[in-house]
C-alpha cells in the first residue's frame, strides 16, 4: 500500500506537512507528508540532497588525487570513500594483488571505521530513543540522558568509537581525512610500538561489543511487537560477500536475495555492476533511485548495510560474531528479518565482527610488514566496491593516457536504500501519523526510522533530539496553519 | 673604540654577524635564525616579490632578501606589526590561487601552507578569486597545477640560470602575472623540461608535480609534521 503513498491523487486539496532538519555540510533531508483535514496521511517523501557535484568536481583532477580528495564527500565515513577510491584506482596502476601488507593495512582501516561508526551510531544517536522510548521526554532523549541514567553504557559507546578512531589514526595518519591508500597499495604499515597501543585495549573492546550486541538482542526480545513491526516492509537484499560466501566487508563478489531469501544473483563482479544495477530519476528527488535491472523499476528495489549483510552472507568468519549471527537468523525464522529496527541488531553484531578483524590482524606478522606497494599494466578504467558502515559503496572511474580522471561515478549506500528508507517513513507515517495530530514525540517516529538505516546525512550526525527541526500545516492555498519548530538546544517552540 | 670585527647587526635583539655584500637574509640563515620568506631560496639570485621577508631595518620596512645587511643596524622581524602585515600577504596569496591544502600532495611538505600554520593565519579573510586554471598534464612525468602558483618565480630562475633551459616565464602584469611555459603549444610536453631539471625540484607549493607519487609519505613523517618551518632557516622538503 504504501507504493501508493508516494504521489497522492489530488496533492492540491490536502496540507503539506514537512520535517526538514537542515544541515550544515555534505547532506540534506527533509521529510515532507501531505494530509487532508482529518489528518490523514496521503503522500509521504524522503527528499535527500546527494553528491552529484562532486563527480564532476573530480573530473580532470589527476588519478592518484582522488582517495584523498574523495573523502570530503563525507565527515562520517570517509575511510569508505579513501578506501574505495583506492580499489578503483588500483586498476589503473595495474595493482591486480595487492602485498599482504598493503592489503591487511587497508582492511585494518576498513574494520575500524566499521567499528567506529557503528559504535556513534549505536550509542550517540540511536540508544536514546531504544532506551527511554520514542515519544519519551525530548530533554532526556539525547546521549546526556543517556549518561546520566546508564553511565557505563556511554561510557563504553564513547571509548568503543574512541578505539576505531585511534585504529584509522594508526593506518591512515589522521583520524579524519588521512592519506594512508594509495592506489597500488599503502604509505604506510603498522609499527611494533602502535600495533602494541592497540594490542592492549583490543580484548576489552570485543568484550564490549558483544555486550552491545546483547542490550539491543534484549530490547528486541523486550517488545517484540514494536521492533518487528515499526516501519516493516518487504524487500530485495545486496551486498557483497566474500569468495568464500562469507561476510567480508572489504572485498568479494556481489549477491542478492529476494525478500524470501531465495538468491536472486551471485558471484557478480562487481566491475560489471552496470549490467547488473539501472539508477532511475524521478522529478521529486535529487537523489536517484537504483534497481536492479532484471526485475525492473517496480520490483527491483533493494535494502543495503548490516541487516542484509549478516542475512545475505552464509557465514561470519569470526567465531563471537558467527554465534550472534545464527542467533539472529534462528529468530527471524523461515523468512529474512525486515523489519527497520533489525538494523541495530546487526549493525551490533558487525561491530563485533570488526572487533575481532582487528583483533586477529593485530596477531597478523604481515601489518607490520614493509612491502606496501604493486603495480603493474597501466589500466583506464576501475570500479571500487566495498561495504562501507551504512552499505554497499561503488567508485567508478576512467582515467586518461595524461593520467586526469575522464569520468566518475559513485553510488553511495544511502542512494541504494533511498527507496527503501521511503517504504519505511511511510510505514510509520501511516501507524503512527494516520488520524492524529502533529507533536515532536511523533515527528521522532519518522526520524526513527530514517536514522535505522543510518542514512549519510549531515543531519544525521547532530546528536539525537539536537537535529533542528521544522513542521508546518499549510491549507490548500499554502496559507500557514500552525507550525513548531525544534531547536538546536532540543526545545520546542510553536511558531 | 674599535670596531667588533666582524660586523654585525641585531636581529629580534640577538647579534647576527655577516660577511661582505651579505642580505640580512643569508646572514640570518647562516646564524641559524629564521625569517619567513617565500620566493627566496639561498641557491638563487633573490626576487624580491613576494614582500614575506619584509623586516624593519632601523625603523624602515625593507625585503630583507635584497637589502645587504649593514653593521649597527638594528632589525625587528618577529614582531606583531610585521607578522600582522605577512599574514595579510599569506592570506592574499591564498585566495588568490585555488589551494585546497586537504587534497594536496603538498600537504604537509609545502611552504605556503607551513608558513601560515608558523604565522598562525586561521582563515583566508578575503573573498577567494577562484580563478580558471586548467592543468597541464601533457608532460609523461611531470603534472603542472597552476591552481596553486605562488608566482614566486623560482622555477624561472632555476630553468633559466641552472638548467640552461628557459622552460617558464612569468607572463602578464599585477593581478594579471601568470605562468606561462616556453612552448609554442603552451605545453610542458613541448619543452625539453625533464625530472632531473634543477627546476623539478624547486617549487615551494604544489604546482611542479611528479606524475603518479602523490601521497607516497605517510601523515607524521612530512617535513613539516616533524618540525615547524621555523625550525631551520631555509626548509628542505622531502620530496622537493
Ligand atoms: S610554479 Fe612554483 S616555483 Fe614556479 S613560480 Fe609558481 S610557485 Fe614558484
Ligand atoms: S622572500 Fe624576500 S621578497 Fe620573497
Known amino acids: 500500500m504504501s507504493a501508493n503513498l508516494e504521489t497522492a491523487a489530488n496533492p492540491e486539496t490536502l496540507r503539506r506537512v514537512a520535517i526538514d532538519p537542515v544541515s550544515r555540510v555534505e547532506g540534506h533531508g527533509k521529510v515532507t507528508i501531505l494530509l487532508d483535514d482529518k489528518n490523514k496521511v496521503h503522500q ?144 604506510k604499515s603498522l609499527s611494533i610500538a602502535e600495533r602494541d597501543e592497540l594490542l592492549k585495549d583490543i580484548y576489552q573492546m570485543v568484550a564490549w561489543s558483544r555486550d552491545a550486541v546483547h542490550m539491543v538482542k534484549e530490547l528486541h526480545h523486550q517488545n517484540p511487537e514494536l521492533y518487528n513491526s515499526f516501519g516493516a516492509f518487504r524487500a530485495n537484499f545486496m551486498s557483497m560477500v566474500g569468495f568464500d560466501g562469507g561476510m567480508d566487508l572489504y572485498h568479494g563478489r556481489l549477491r542478492g536475495r529476494d525478500e524470501n531469501g531465495n538468491v536472486l544473483f551471485d558471484g557478480v563482479d562487481y566491475q560489471n555492476y552496470t549490467q547488473l544495477i539501472e539508477e532511475e530519476v524521478k522529478n521529486w528527488s535529487y537523489m536517484k533511485f537504483p534497481y536492479l535491472k532484471s526485475l525492473g523499476r517496480e520490483k527491483g528495489w533493494y535494502r543495503v548495510g548490516p541487516l542484509s549483510r549478516v542475512q545475505n552472507c552464509d557465514f561470519i568468519p569470526t567465531p563471537l560474531a558467527e554465534i550472534e549471527r545464527r542467533e539472529f537468523v534462528a529468530y527471524s525464522g523461515v523468512m529474512p528479518m525486515h523489519a527497520p529496527l533489525g538494523y541495530h541488531w546487526a549493525r551490533m553484531i558487525e561491530m563485533l565482527h570488526a572487533a575481532e578483524m582487528i583483533k586477529d590482524l593485530l596477531h597478523d606478522d604481515d601489518i607490520t610488514g614493509s612491502e606496501l606497494m604493486t603495480s603493474g599494466e597501466r589500466g583506464f578504467e576501475g570500479v571500487g566496491v566495498i561495504e562501507a558502515p551504512r552499505g554497499t559503496l561503488i567508485h567508478h572511474y576512467r582515467v586518461d593516457e595524461n593520467d586526469l580522471v575522464s569520468m566518475c561515478n559513485l553510488i553511495v549506500s544511502t542512494t541504494h536504500n533511498n527507496q527503501a528508507m521511503n517504504e519505511a517513513v511511510r510505514r510509520v507515517a501511516v501507524q503512527y501519523l494516520h488520524g492524529h495530530e502533529v507533536t515532536e514525540g511523533l515527528l521522532n517516529h519518522i526520524e526513527v526510522a530514517v536514522r535505522a538505516f543510518d542514512p549519510c546525512l549531515s543531519c544525521a550526525t547532530h546528536a539525537l533530539g539536537k537535529m533542528p527541526l521544522e513542521v508546518e500545516v499549510l491549507d490548500q492555498t499554502g496559507q500557514r496553519l500552525s507550525a513548531l519548530s525544534r531547536g538546536g538546544d532540543g526545545t520546542i517552540c510553536d511558531g | ?62 625585503a630583507s632578501c635584497t637589502q645587504q645587511a649593514k653593521d649597527g643596524m638594528v632589525v625587528e622581524s618577529d614582531i606583531k606589526e610585521i607578522n600582522d602585515e605577512r599574514r595579510a600577504l599569506l592570506q592574499m596569496l591564498f585566495v588568490e590561487g585555488n589551494h585546497f591544502c586537504p587534497s594536496c600532495e603538498k600537504s604537509g611538505n609545502c611552504q605556503l601552507q607551513a608558513t601560515a600554520y608558523e604565522l598562525d593565519m586561521m582563515s583566508p579573510h578575503f573573498d577567494h578569486f577562484f580563478p580558471d586554471r586548467p592543468l597541464d598534464a601533457s608532460h609523461p612525468d ?91 632557516p631555509h626548509p628542505v622538503v622531502k620530496g622537493a
Open chain 1, 44 to 187: 509521504v517523501r524522503l527528499h535527500i540532497v546527494e553528491f552529484r557535484g562532486f563527480e564532476k568536481f573530480i573530473q580532470g583532477r589527476p588519478y592518484w588525487e582522488v582517495p584523498v580528495m574523495v573523502q570530503r564527500l563525507c565527515g562520517i565515513c570517509p575511510v569508505s570513500h579513501h578506501l574505495a577510491a583506492s580499489k578503483a584506482l588500483d586498476a589503473i596502476v595495474g595493482a591486480k594483488h595487492l602485498t599482504p601488507t598493503a592489503e591487511k593495512n587497508r582492511r585494518l582501516m576498513h574494520y575500524g571505521q566499521i567499528l567506529q561508526s557503528h559504535a556513534l551510531h549505536f550509542f550517540h544517536l540511536c540508544s536514546p530513543d531504544l532506551l527511554f522510548g520514542f515519544d519519551s521526554d525530548v530533554s532526556q532523549r539525547n546521549i546526556v540522558g543517556v549518561a546520566a541514567k546508564y553511565p557505563e553504557t556511554a561510557k563504553r559507546g564513547i571509548l568503543l568509537r574512541k578505539f576505531g578512531q585511534e585504529v584509522i589514526r594508526h593506518t591512515a595518519g589522521k583520524r579524519v581525512h588521512g592519506t594512508g591508500s594509495v592506489p597500488g597499495g599503502v604509505n
Open chain 2, 1 to 62: 673604540m674599535s670596531k667588533a670585527n666582524p660586523p654585525s647587526f641585531t636581529l629580534d635583539g640577538k647579534t647576527i654577524p655577516f660577511g661582505e655584500g651579505q642580505t640580512i637574509i643569508q646572514a640570518a640563515m647562516d646564524a641559524g635564525v629564521y625569517i619567513p620568506h617565500l620566493c627566496f631560496n639561498p641557491e638563487f639570485k633573490p626576487h624580491g616579490s613576494c614582500k614575506l621577508c619584509t623586516v624593519k631595518a632601523d625603523g624602515r620596512q625593507t
Open chain 2, 142 to 232: 611531470y603534472l603542472l597545477d597552476f591552481n596553486r602558483c605562488i608566482l614566486c618565480s623560482l622555477c624561472v630562475r632555476a630553468s633559466r640560470d641552472v638548467d640552461g633551459k628557459n622552460v617558464f616565464a612569468l607572463s602578464g602584469r599585477g593581478i594579471k602575472s601568470h605562468l606561462i611555459v616556453n612552448a609554442k603549444s603552451g605545453h610542458l610536453a613541448d619543452t625539453d623540461f625533464s625530472g632531473d631539471d634543477k627546476a623539478a625540484h624547486v617549487c615551494p607549493v604544489g604546482v611542479i608535480l611528479k606524475k603518479r607519487v602523490g601521497f607516497a609519505t605517510p601523515i607524521g613523517q612530512r617535513s613539516f609534521d616533524e618540525q615547524p618551518i621555523s625550525a631551520t
